[in-house]
């Protein structure tokens, strides 16, 4: 009776195993290199808004919901809702990865998002981005869309 008992216990921790080990369909890709240049529909005159922003983790999207954003082509970015205004710049470079440069510079919540932030998907309406800081337990993420309707 007891190696009947330590049978079923040995194959019911080999079968654990087997599927402790199994590999998580969940998790992410990594990160893709984009190379070239930044869509050029950032810059057309409509705006764009905040559809995603992870910090360390927190889900902060709905600080910026009010906020349209408004990148010129001579490299200045504006979030404007209701009653505020903030300024700051931005930039871009796609020599060996694609990465976009946000820096607010001391103004409130929009400094979060000043960083380089690595391209990971772009097209006319959506660009997706992330950002591993030193010091950070999880990457930084900002999913940005364009406002098509006025």
Not at 5 to 22: E, P, R
Not at 52 to 76: C, I, R, V, W
Not at 117 to 132: E, F, K
Request: include cysteine; aromatic fraction near 10%.
């Amino acid at each position: 009776m007891r190696t009947l008992i330590k049978l079923t216990f040995l194959a019911a921790t080999v079968l654990l195993g087997f599927t402790a080990c199994k590999k998580d369909s969940s998790t992410a890709p990594p990160p893709t290199s984009i190379t070239g240049s930044i869509t050029p529909s950032l810059t057309d005159g409509i705006t764009w808004r905040v559809g995603f922003f992870s910090d360390n983790g927190e889900n902060k999207t709905n600080a910026y919901q009010e906020y349209k954003l408004t990148f010129s082509k001579t490299g200045n970015i504006t979030a404007t809702n209701n009653n505020t205004t903030y300024s700051g710049t931005w930039s871009s470079k796609g020599d060996e990865r694609l990465t976009l440069t946000i820096d607010f510079v001391n103004q409130g919540a929009f400094s979060d998002l000043s960083h380089e932030w690595l391209v990971l998907q772009q097209s006319d309406t959506q660009i997706s981005l992330s950002n591993i800081n030193k010091g950070k337990t999880e990457a930084d993420y900002l999913t940005l869309h364009k406002n098509l309707i006025k």
